[in-house]
């Protein structure tokens, strides 16, 4: 349940139906119960439990589809698959059985039209599978395997695909890769779906990017660095499938005795363009960037706690008013308010679930 910072009245009425729906993913493998669906209070943002499946093991990243109504979960397992879910008033219903994706470790997916794609950690690759009318996985998938290594012997000695999302075009994919120090814009075969890559953008040596989000003018990709709490800006040309970095601007502090361990996880752009957030696990932080210069000039402006330990993941709900942080060893989601004139989180609550990984709406 919520904590005493949530209004009791107020999530009595979203589990009535008065809100609109998230869904939760979590580490079977740590505690978790697998996807937590909740309801959403339209006043408050507090989030309240209606049922959980662990039909997929270690769910840790979600993707929801507005056309269809089907929510997608990766399992992040060695034998990579990913299964789909019809949700209804009584929760979740599979349609059909969890299908694999020819990876090891996903740790990301996205809806790209009628293709599902997927990004593997481990084997250092993605997928794209083919979606039915319906929204179920209706074949098998087509793999691409990324090449190349990075300076850092102990993460980097191979690839590590870590995220996989369509431009706002739909004619291209970028996947975020870790281990390469790169970002590949692919595109796909318009029969098969097959990926092939038609650029990589070689970002600075042994920075380990993460994720990367695009700004809503769809002209400005941030990219967001694990290994080094960077974030790199760039020009996202969707005519020519360019990606071109433009500056760097510091996530966290970092050196000094007793500095905190600088992770950054996730990133998300705010609906109206104003501002950016970025997680950092270790400092247990957001760090809030103003856009006021500009999309190509982030500027950090502060950081707060995140409300627990080990922020995973990073999720700005539909209306851009409140952020909430999926904190995996702390075993919550805690919410914020925004604030409208500058961008700064404000501590709203929170939820238990433990072993959390990523929250997304629908």
């Known amino acids: 349940m919520g904590d005493a910072d949530s209004d009791v009245g107020s999530t009595d009425r979203a589990a009535r139906g008065g809100g609109h729906r998230a869904w939760i993913g979590s580490f ?20 309240t439990p209606l049922s959980v499946t662990d039909a997929v093991a270690d769910p840790s990243y979600l993707a929801h589809d507005r056309r269809t109504g089907v929510l997608y979960a990766v399992s992040e397992t060695d034998r990579g698959a990913v299964g789909a879910f019809r949700s209804t008033a009584d929760g979740l219903t599979p349609l059909g059985t969890a299908v694999g994706v ?13 293709r599902l794609l997927t990004a593997h950690y481990t084997s250092g690759s993605v997928s794209s599978l ?31 695909a870590h995220q996989v999302v369509p431009d706002p075009t739909g004619r291209w994919v970028l996947s975020v890769d870790l281990g390469t120090d790169s970002v590949r814009v692919c595109a796909s075969h318009p ?69 905190p361990e600088a992770c950054p996880s ?10 950016v957030w970025a997680a950092v696990r270790g400092a247990d932080t957001i760090a809030t960037f103003s856009l006021a210069g500009g999309a ?41 308010d925004v604030d409208q004139l500058t961008g700064q989180p404000r501590r709203a609550g929170s939820l238990a679930v433990p072993a959390a990984t990523c929250v997304v709406f629908g």
Request: proline share 10%; hydrophobic share 35%; net charge negative.
């Open 28 to 47: 079977t493998s740590g505690g978790g119960r697998g996807v937590t669906t909740a309801a959403v209070d339209p006043s408050t943002g507090s989030l």
């Open 130 to 160: 083919p979606l039915a009318e319906d929204g179920s996985i209706a074949g098998p998938p087509e793999v691409l395997a990324h090449h190349g290594s990075g300076p850092d012997a102990g993460r980097q000695k191979g690839p590590h």
């Open 191 to 259: 029969a098969t779906g097959a990926l092939r890559v038609h650029a990589e953008t070689v970002l600075r040596a042994g920075t380990g990017p993460r994720h990367l989000a695009f700004h809503p003018s769809g002209e400005v990709v941030y990219v967001l660095h694990e290994l080094d709490p960077q974030l790199t800006v760039c020009r996202w040309n969707a005519g020519s499938g360019a990606l071109e970095p433009v500056s760097e601007v510091p996530v966290a502090p970092t050196g000094g005795p007793g500095a």
């Open 102 to 114: 020819g990876g090891a470790g996903p740790t990301h997916l996205s809806v790209a039209g009628r």
């Open 296 to 336: 190509e000039k982030p500027q950090l402006t502060g950081a707060v706690p995140c409300g627990g330990n080990w922020p995973r993941d990073l999720a700005v709900d539909p209306s851009g008013r409140r952020l909430y942080a999926a904190n995996e060893r702390s075993g919550d989601v805690t919410w914020f």
């Open 266 to 275: 996730a990133i998300v752009a705010s609906p109206d363009g104003r501002f």
